[in-house]
T-cell receptor, first 111, second 114 residues
Framework: DAKTTQPTSMDCAEGRAANLPCNHSTISGNEYVYWYRQIHSQGPQYIIHGLKNNETNEMASLIITEDRKSSTLILPHATLRDTAVYYCIDSLLGGYQKVTFGIGTKLQVIP | NAGVTQTPKFQVLKTGQSMTLQCAQDMNHEYMSWYRQDPGMGLRLIHYSVGAGITDQGEVPNGYNVSRSTTEDFPLRLLSAAPSQTSVYFC?????????????FGQGTRLTVV
């Protein structure tokens, strides 16, 4: 079973910020928080990751709470191309190879 | 730089047939893995490899075999296909496994077993 908990679906108006939450109730100190997305039926695509500090890249921002039990992925100006399923995962020490992706959050960006 | 390449993209098999799903990466990644994705189930790990000559089972390994004779290739074999193996299969690779690198995924193989 997936170790993280996410809402099944969310809507966001085009041009607005999309804030996708994730609960990491069992995350351990050496695990990173990762976010991926899957557009249509393509292979998942890496977005961003972090350990305990907030992170930002050209795609998104990642906010991790101080206790690391929850995180939020922020897409600052959502576009229709951001419609996808978004997955948050805790990366085990030793890599992704033992990670199971849950069902993720289906984000629908609305014109 | 092609990344992770999976072949074929689509395949229909009859029950009991065997086949190999191919996965190749040109990034010199040590870690490679196979997932299957079924509706409402997310991605589940089938097998993975931490380097050439080393493989291990994931969450749903039954009915599948793998080998890793080279760094670049990680084929997935279905010995006797069953309808329950109808799924979308994804191969992934990453540079190392210390939790601080991203995984790259192929575009998937859509397999139907009739």
């Amino acid at each position: 079973d997936a170790k993280t908990t996410q809402p099944t679906s969310m809507d966001c108006a085009e041009g607005r910020a999309a804030n996708l939450p994730c609960n990491h109730s069992t995350i351990s100190g050496n695990e990173y928080v990762y976010w991926y997305r899957q557009i249509h039926s393509q292979g998942p695509q890496y977005i961003i990751h972090g350990l305990k500090n907030n992170e930002t890249n050209e795609m998104a921002s990642l906010i991790i709470t101080e206790d690391r039990k929850s995180s939020t992925l922020i897409l600052p100006h959502a576009t229709l191309r951001d419609t996808a399923v978004y997955y948050c995962i805790d990366s085990l020490l030793g890599g992704y190879q033992k990670v199971t992706f849950g069902i993720g959050t289906k984000l629908q960006v609305i014109p | 730089n092609a990344g992770v390449t999976q072949t074929p993209k689509f395949q229909v098999l009859k029950t009991g047939q065997s086949m190999t799903l191919q996965c190749a990466q040109d990034m010199n990644h040590e870690y490679m893995s196979w997932y299957r994705q079924d509706p409402g189930m997310g991605l589940r790990l089938i097998h993975y490899s931490v380097g050439a000559g080393i493989t291990d089972q994931g969450e749903v390994p039954n009915g599948y075999n793998v080998s890793r004779s080279t760094t670049e290739d990680f084929p997935l074999r279905l010995l006797s296909a069953a309808p329950s193996q109808t799924s979308v299969y994804f191969c992934a690779s990453s540079l190392e496994g210390r939790g601080n690198t991203e995984a790259f995924f192929g575009q998937g193989t859509r397999l139907t077993v009739v």
